[in-house]
């Protein structure tokens, strides 16, 4: 006798799955094209000071054929930025240099700040997903080299921006005295921090001082207030990438950074000082893993004002 099927048992399952192949299909096929602006105001400019408007842009992850994203990037030369910090990863393909320039040539002239992530030097490689959820992700051996000098070449000679890695530098925007500095990748543990004091040593006193990294490690962010910055700036995250729609906390960070500022605005205390910090969730995504889902790709625009 043949046992009769409990379709009513199974219609869970069937919702479940429409519901899971429909979030792949938005976040596959929508959302990762739906580059978004994200504002906030800081008031951390001495008084009578000229408001400054600051463009942060991070993880382009950038592939040639990605003309979308590449066009939306160089639109943000619209929101009138008077200096744009970059947080790293820009290259997601051997070939993605050619979509970098395209995406930041209507910037040139305007000062610029960049430090470095993984992804500009090497290639990305495919990964298991869930072994984000074990922790940040290691080293892959035997990663193909970018071609990171052309990239700088680019940055510092084309656009005329300061590379930061374990440095400082003091420049002057719109009658305001900046300090920055910032290291490289401290994901793969190739920041040096402890060379950046003696050339802090060399320069002036500032109006505002940022500290810029990629990764947002915790100790990242204690050595730079205890250096001083004023604002923190980092990429990374991604914002978790894939997000429980409404909640504030990200599923993962690929850091030890607290998974409630794996994104957008927040603040960061050490050694009795307290200094925003800005997560951008960055604008692009791995090749091998080309999805966004309640977590749209981003720049941000921090308008900073008088205290």
Known sequence: MTRPVATAALAPLG??????????????????????VRYHALRV????????????????????????????MARL???APDLVVNTGDNLGHRDGLSGIRTAFAPLRGVPGLVVHGSNDYQEPAP?????????????VPDHKHLDIDALDRFFTDDLGWSILDDTAVSFDV???RLTAFGV????????KPELIPPVLSTLDAADLTLGVMHAPYR???????????????????????????????ALVSNCDLPLDQARGLSEWSHGGRTVPLNVSAGLGHSIYAPVRFACRPEATLLTLLPR
């Not at 490289?184 to 920041?191: G, I, K, T, V």
């Not at 910055?229 to 729609?245: C, I, N």
Request: proline share 5%; no cysteine.
């Open 184 to 191: 490289d990748d401290a994901h793969r543990n190739w920041d």
């Open 219 to 249: 100790r990242t962010l204690d050595r730079f207030v205890d250096l001083g910055a004023d604002v923190l700036l980092a990429g990374h995250t991604h914002g978790g990438q894939v997000r429980v729609p409404f909640s504030r906390k």
């Open 15 to 36: 919702v479940a799955g429409a519901a899971a192949v429909g979030a792949a299909v938005w976040g596959m096929g929508v959302e990762r094209y739906l580059f978004t």
């Open 77 to 79: 030369v619209e929101l």
């Open 45 to 72: 400019l001495p008084k009578g000071a000229d408001a400054l408007r600051v463009l942060h842009v991070s993880d382009a992850h950038m592939a040639p054929w990605q003309h979308r994203k590449q066009e939306w």
């Open 174 to 176: 719109k009658g305001l």
């Open 127 to 139: 990964r298991n997903p869930l072994r984000y959820f074990t922790g940040p992700s290691g080293s």
